[in-house]
């Protein structure tokens, strides 16, 4: 990467004031030119470590997860990113003055810059493939010690602590997978059994589609229970392979390319290798008009996928959100459990989130609530999404929090740990401000609230819960009493208003 071949087209004069036709053009100085993509920069950022690329290409690198290894050896750190405006306008001078019109200097689009950092991944991993064949002909015991040259994707699967859980219990593995699970993915990788791998390629890129499919159908019995195919049939050419597959109009042939990917993605090490090979965009493309098998392991793949959180953010920037939630409402009820578990999964990072809101998923997911369909799971995405400004906003207009003091006063739940998402909602709710207390005092939370408490039965996380909602209503009743149904006509705010004190003396001029 950075290897100092500037992919930057230059237009070529031939100079009138001499005999001998010497070609004339000025090359730009190297700070001008972005590291990662080779290209001239339009939108230079500059990174927490100190370096500067373009925008994209920052953007790119964190939703694959990669880290560029740059010429001089230094690390890069991308989570701040600030606008190089005093570089930016020198390299817009410099164009305007050494580039022709018909060359454009535009900055990256998104999409390029994702097929740029893709191919720089494809290039380190064929590296670091050489490299451990290097190892395995110099070291006869490198068979044995072959872990030690596992990628840094790897390095942290066999280490059970630094696994983050799940706030609660969950299944980890998609409902269309009907494999053993594996003790996991805590094994050692083996070398990769290269002529299988190349004869399934071979078959797999095969122009005759009787081949395709006998590829597929074996590629799928091979990895439903056996750990040791699925780690070692995991490589860049079997996924670049598959996944022209993916979107095949073979019905046969779509059905097992994704149910191969599914058994494929079960175990930690290939998560992040599938995603960066690029097979989010074709699973997003089955979900909106593929085979309705097709779809339901589409579904599973991505939920196993969102599992791990290097890939959170990608396949939320990939465009995976919007058909995860059309298939909640799926007739298939493997396809709505895997993308009701997906979302979940997906909406723990916060640019999810916030895209979750914009989608009107609220509303969808409050319905599903009302009408009891997978309540448990669907309160869970709603408590993440209330965890944010917007997602609050949207739950407060959508009356969340008069249904879910509703739900208490019925008590009617599948589960005792329904029951405490639904009061654990509640709770990050009322971070809500005014509204909130307002909105509560209306439903007559607080009754509600004290029975959950004062009950001995019950899960005692729901009745801490229950307890610390009650704490906030009962702060502003300390300190001033107000009228919450004018709070709730004029529509007041907790952004508006952040003191009990203003609230009243607005409500004193209303009176007036």
Same mark, same amino acid.
């Given at each position: *990467?950075?290897?100092?071949?500037h992919r930057?087209?230059f237009?070529?004069?031939r100079?009138?004031?001499?005999?001998?036709?010497k =070609?004339?053009?000025?090359?730009p %100085?190297?700070?001008?030119?972005?590291p990662?993509?080779g290209f001239?920069m339009?939108?230079?950022?500059i990174?927490?470590?100190g370096?500067?690329?373009?925008?994209a290409?920052?953007?790119?690198?964190?939703?694959l997860?990669?880290t %560029?290894?740059?010429?001089?050896g230094?690390? !890069?750190?991308?989570s701040t990113v600030i606008?190089?405006?005093?570089l930016?306008s !020198?390299?817009f001078?410099?164009?305007?003055q050494?580039?022709? %019109?018909s060359?454009s200097?535009?900055?990256?689009?998104?999409?390029s810059?994702l097929k740029?950092v893709?191919?720089?991944?494809? @290039?380190?991993?064929?590296q670091k493939?050489k490299?451990? +064949?290097k190892?395995?002909? /110099?070291?006869p !015991?490198?068979?044995t010690d072959?872990? #030690?040259?596992? !990628?840094r994707?790897d390095?942290g @699967?066999?280490? %059970?602590s630094s696994v983050?859980?799940?706030?609660?219990?969950?299944t980890? $593995?998609?409902?269309?997978?009907?494999?053993?699970s594996?003790?996991?993915?805590e +094994?050692?990788?083996?070398?990769?059994?290269?002529?299988?791998e190349?004869e399934?390629?071979?078959?797999?890129r095969?122009?005759h589609?009787?081949e395709?499919e006998?590829a597929?159908?074996?590629?799928?019995?091979?990895t439903?229970s056996?750990?040791d195919?699925?780690v070692s049939l995991?490589t860049p050419?079997l996924l670049?392979?598959l996944?022209?597959?993916i /979107?095949s109009r073979y019905?046969n /042939?779509q059905?097992?390319s &994704?149910?191969?990917l599914?058994?494929?993605? =079960?175990?930690?090490a290939?998560?992040v290798?599938?995603?960066?090979?690029?097979?989010v965009?074709?699973?997003?493309?089955? =979900?909106?008009?593929?085979f309705?098998?097709?779809?339901e392991?589409?579904?599973?793949?991505?939920f196993?996928l969102?599992l791990h959180?290097d890939?959170?953010?990608a396949?939320?920037v990939?465009g995976?959100?919007?058909?995860?939630?059309?298939? *909640?409402?799926?007739?298939?009820?493997s396809?709505?459990h895997?993308s009701v578990l997906?979302?979940y999964?997906?909406?723990?990072v916060?640019s999810? #989130?916030?895209?979750?809101?914009?989608?009107g998923s609220v509303q969808i997911?409050?319905?599903m &609530?009302?009408s009891?369909?997978m309540?448990?799971?669907?309160?869970?995405i709603l408590c993440?999404?209330?965890?944010?400004?917007?997602g609050?906003?949207a739950m407060l207009?959508?009356g969340?929090?008069?249904c879910f003091v509703? +739900?208490?006063r019925?008590g009617e739940?599948?589960?005792?740990s329904? #029951?405490?998402s639904?009061?654990?909602?509640l709770?990050v709710?009322?971070?809500g401000g005014?509204?909130?207390?307002g909105?509560?005092?209306a439903?007559?939370?607080?009754? &509600?609230?004290? $029975?959950?408490?004062?009950e001995?039965?019950?899960?005692?996380?729901? #009745? @801490?819960?229950?307890?610390?909602?009650?704490?906030?209503l009962e702060?502003?009743d300390? @300190?001033e009493?107000v009228d919450w149904?004018?709070?709730?006509?004029?529509?007041?705010?907790?952004?508006t208003?952040s003191?009990p004190n203003?609230?009243a003396?607005?409500l004193?001029k209303q009176e /007036?």
């Amino acid at each position: *990467m950075g290897s100092g071949k500037h992919r930057w087209k230059f237009s070529i004069h031939r100079s009138s004031s001499t005999n001998n036709h010497k =070609l004339q053009f000025k090359s730009p %100085p190297s700070e001008f030119i972005c590291p990662i993509s080779g290209f001239l920069m339009a939108d230079p950022v500059i990174v927490s470590s100190g370096q500067t690329f373009e925008r994209a290409c920052v953007q790119a690198c964190k939703a694959l997860a990669f880290t %560029p290894s740059l010429k001089d050896g230094s690390s !890069t750190d991308f989570s701040t990113v600030i606008p190089n405006l005093a570089l930016k306008s !020198t390299i817009f001078n410099w164009a305007s003055q050494n580039l022709s %019109p018909s060359q454009s200097h535009k900055p990256l689009d998104i999409h390029s810059a994702l097929k740029v950092v893709g191919k720089l991944i494809e @290039e380190e991993e064929k590296q670091k493939k050489k490299n451990k +064949m290097k190892e395995i002909v /110099i070291s006869p !015991t490198a068979v044995t010690d072959f872990t #030690r040259y596992q !990628t840094r994707f790897d390095s942290g @699967e066999s280490i %059970p602590s630094s696994v983050p859980s799940t706030p609660l219990q969950l299944t980890s $593995r998609p409902r269309c997978c009907s494999s053993t699970s594996s003790s996991s993915s805590e +094994m050692e990788a083996e070398t990769p059994r290269g002529c299988e791998e190349e004869e399934y390629v071979s078959k797999l890129r095969s122009p005759h589609v009787h081949e395709q499919e006998e590829a597929v159908i074996q590629l799928r019995k091979t990895t439903r229970s056996s750990v040791d195919s699925r780690v070692s049939l995991c490589t860049p050419r079997l996924l670049q392979a598959l996944r022209s597959l993916i /979107i095949s109009r073979y019905g046969n /042939i779509q059905v097992n390319s &994704v149910a191969a990917l599914v058994n494929l993605s =079960l175990e930690k090490a290939n998560k992040v290798k599938i995603v960066r090979a690029g097979v989010v965009p074709p699973l997003v493309e089955v =979900l909106k008009e593929g085979f309705p098998e097709a779809q339901e392991h589409a579904s599973g793949a991505l939920f196993s996928l969102a599992l791990h959180d290097d890939n959170k953010t990608a396949i939320g920037v990939l465009g995976a959100l919007p058909p995860l939630i059309h298939m *909640m409402r799926s007739q298939s009820e493997s396809a709505r459990h895997d993308s009701v578990l997906a979302l979940y999964h997906l909406s723990l990072v916060q640019s999810n #989130r916030t895209k979750l809101v914009k989608l009107g998923s609220v509303q969808i997911l409050l319905d599903m &609530v009302k009408s009891g369909r997978m309540t448990g799971r669907v309160l869970l995405i709603l408590c993440n999404l209330a965890g944010c400004i917007e997602g609050r906003a949207a739950m407060l207009d959508a009356g969340a929090v008069e249904c879910f003091v509703e +739900m208490l006063r019925k008590g009617e739940f599948d589960s005792e740990s329904t #029951r405490e998402s639904c009061v654990a909602a509640l709770c990050v709710l009322s971070y809500g401000g005014l509204r909130f207390k307002g909105l509560a005092c209306a439903a007559g939370a607080d009754e &509600v609230l004290r $029975r959950i408490v004062e009950e001995e039965t019950g899960s005692k996380r729901a #009745r @801490e819960k229950a307890g610390r909602v009650l704490e906030v209503l009962e702060a502003l009743d300390e @300190e001033e009493e107000v009228d919450w149904e004018k709070v709730l006509e004029l529509g007041l705010l907790s952004r508006t208003f952040s003191k009990p004190n203003q609230t009243a003396e607005l409500l004193r001029k209303q009176e /007036i």
